[in-house]
């Protein structure tokens, strides 16, 4: 049989169509990622206080990436960040605790120190609070002993790490309530001791 007098055609088509795939995909490849690091800018992810974490690539599919960006990247969570996230959290509580607490919430003052004590996510903190909290017990008696009452235990931890103290009589300036319409966010107390 004689060879094929279409095969040298075939042959051409071929590498042709194989250079234009390569080529295609290269082309497709740097549009992805000229895409991704544009959203990144435009739109960006999360933010975290430590300017030092490297990026994290993120899928472009992925809905992280509709969530609003402040300016910088993601990455591990520090024991800092995490003390700030915490001390924000407990400060805007105390400023928003009511004026008249009824009994569950003092009691929910007491379980929420004691499990923070257990499981807050660093072990030696937490075992610290724990220490601090067996001599310093949560006081939630009203708005301003639990402010002041927290105000004294950070300040506790502040001293042993060997930072400021930070003035309790200042802690209403530092710490206010959410800016929520209509107080919408402000939790409710009761006159009566129930
Ligand atoms: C329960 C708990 C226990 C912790 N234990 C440890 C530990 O054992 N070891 C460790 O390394 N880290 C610990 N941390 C983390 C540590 O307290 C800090 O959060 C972290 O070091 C970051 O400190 P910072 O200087 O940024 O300010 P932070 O101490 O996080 O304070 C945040 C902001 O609160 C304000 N502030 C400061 N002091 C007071 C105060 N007394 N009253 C009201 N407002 C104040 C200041 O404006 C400050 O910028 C703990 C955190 C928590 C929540």
């Known amino acids: ?13 071929e590498k042709l169509s194989n250079c234009v795939q390569t080529h295609l995909s290269n082309f497709i490849g740097i549009q992805n ?26 899928n472009s599919s992925s809905s992280l990436q509709k969530l ?8 591990p969570v520090t024991k800092e960040d995490l003390g700030r996230a915490t001390w924000t959290f407990l400060h805007t509580l105390a400023a928003q605790y009511p004026e008249k607490p009824t009994r569950q ?39 301003e002993e639990f402010s002041q009452w927290l105000c004294h235990v950070h300040n506790t931890v502040n001293r042993s790490l060997g930072k400021l103290v930070f003035p309790c009589e200042r802690v209403d300036a530092r710490w206010g309530k959410l800016e929520c319409e209509q107080k919408s966010c402000d939790l409710h107390g009761t006159s009566m001791d129930f």
């Not at 000229?34 to 994290?56: E, K, Y």
């Not at 609003?68 to 990455?75: D, M, Q, R, T, Y």
């Not at 007491?110 to 949560?138: G, T």
């Open 68 to 75: 609003p960006l402040k300016e910088k990247s993601i990455g």
């Open 33 to 58: 990622t000229t895409r991704r690091s544009s959203t990144t800018v435009q739109n960006p992810v999360i933010s975290v206080d430590s300017s030092s974490s490297p990026p994290i690539a993120t």
């Open 1 to 13: 049989m004689g060879e094929n007098p279409w095969q040298p055609l075939l042959q051409t088509f």
């Open 105 to 143: 919430q003092k009691k929910d003052v007491k379980e929420l120190m004691s499990i923070l004590s257990r499981m807050y996510p660093c072990r030696e903190c937490a075992d610290h609070f724990k220490e601090i909290l067996r001599s310093n017990p949560a006081q939630a008696g009203s708005q």
